[in-house]
């Protein structure tokens, strides 16, 4: 299996921690963190990860906003997203389906099982 790269974008240190233990630890990936969202577009331009976990309530700018501005710069716009969010009703689910993020998880998220949800999106891109 080839190492994966993936940019880990939350404003809480202690879900960056748990995420990035539960990455290399269970999946082998290669794990890049920023802690707002003005860090983690600067990280992904040059970066280049393959993947990016990016929160949705951050203080500076929030997830769908840093997503739509990584959407909008070519040298980021084909990377998947993974939206993390703790709100997950039904119309959240519906607004962020209809920006194109590549999937949304719930926090709190599975450390056991969050390489392998992450994989089986890279696997279906």
């Given at each position: ?7 880990i ?10 995420a ?5 630890i ?8 920023a802690?707002?969202?003005?860090e983690?577009i ?6 280049k ?6 929160d949705?309530?951050m203080?500076?700018i929030?997830g ?7 959407r909008?710069n070519?040298q ?14 039904a119309?959240d689910q ?9 999937a949304?998880?719930?926090k709190?998220?599975d ?15």
């Open positions: 299996m080839t190492l994966k790269r993936i940019l974008v939350d404003d809480e240190a202690d879900i960056r921690t748990v990035q233990a539960s990455l290399e269970m999946g082998d990936w290669e794990v890049i963190t802690a707002s969202g003005h983690g600067a990280k992904a331009e040059t970066e990860p393959d993947l990016i976990l990016l949705v309530m203080p500076d929030d769908p906003t840093a997503f739509l501005q990584l909008a070519p980021t716009q084909n990377i998947p997203v993974v939206l993390l969010t703790a709100k997950v009703q119309a519906r607004r962020f389906a209809d920006l194109g993020v590549t949304v998880f719930a709190p998220f450390p056991v099982t969050l390489s392998d949800d992450l994989m089986a999106i890279l696997d279906r891109g």
